[in-house]
């Protein structure tokens, strides 16, 4: 089943407005979680890394004040998009990593993000 | 992580196997080799990792050479359900947990 559940999956909004994404960790506790961005035809990029009980660390050219990442618990982290653009239409997916001799990530299924 | 060099795409016909190569001259000792791939409109999925034997698993088999400095991903019967892109991804041992930093990785075609 799966370990990793985003919230909604698919979403269409009007330019100007706001949209959250949920990332819930559905197996074990996550004290970091990563969110990438994905356009059409492209590779995945990282946008930041949720921290839980501290703020998050976003890479360069990611404007921290547009994608607010809030890391509620130790199972959820949430990514809001503000002030939404046609340009920031793309798929946005999670991902938990699961330390140890594995080192493995676990990743949602990813939210298709619209703004008309 | 050092950089890998995966050929954009590749196309296999239905129940035949699959061997996708992953070139990473600039490994180094403390690198593992990770497989994830990708199916159309979701996230990745693991695949397969390993760091100097051959590996195999229930999705595929993962042979590193020698000199670790490529790697192939096999698939020994591709069905439709695996078209997808495949990226190989080095990830250092001492960095476990961090973010996984994604190239261009390869599109799987698989012909029925």
């Known amino acids: 089943g799966a370990v990793v559940s985003q919230h909604p999956s698919r979403v269409i909004c009007k330019s100007g407005t706001s949209v959250k994404i949920e990332c819930r960790s559905l197996?074990?506790?996550?004290?970091?979680m990563f969110w990438y961005r994905q356009f059409p035809k492209q590779s995945l990029m990282l946008m930041a890394t949720?921290?839980?009980?501290?703020?998050?660390?976003?890479e360069q050219g990611v404007e921290k004040d547009k994608f607010l990442i809030n890391h509620a618990s130790l199972t959820l982290s949430t990514l809001t998009v503000t002030s939404a653009h046609p340009e920031d239409s793309s798929f946005y997916i999670c991902s938990v990593p699961r330390q140890g001799a594995t080192d493995t990530q676990y990743f949602g299924p990813g939210t298709r993000l619209t703004v008309l | 992580d050092a950089k890998t060099t995966q050929p954009n795409s590749m196309e296999s016909n239905e129940e035949e196997p699959v061997h996708l190569p992953c070139n990473h001259s600039?490994?180094?000792?403390?690198?593992?080799i990770h497989w994830y791939r990708q199916l159309p409109s979701q996230g990745p999925e693991y695949v397969i990792h390993g760091l100097t034997s051959n590996v195999n698993n229930r999705m595929a088999s993962l042979a590193i050479a020698e000199d670790r400095k490529s790697s192939t991903l096999i698939l020994h019967r591709a069905t439709l359900r695996d078209a997808a892109v495949y990226y190989c991804i080095l990830r250092d041992r001492n960095n476990a947990g961090n973010m996984l930093t994604f190239g261009g990785g390869t599109r799987l075609m698989v012909k029925p």
């Open positions: 949720s921290n839980e009980g501290s703020k998050a660390t976003y």
């Open positions: 197996d074990f506790q996550a004290t970091t």
């Open positions: 600039t490994i180094s000792g403390t690198d593992y």
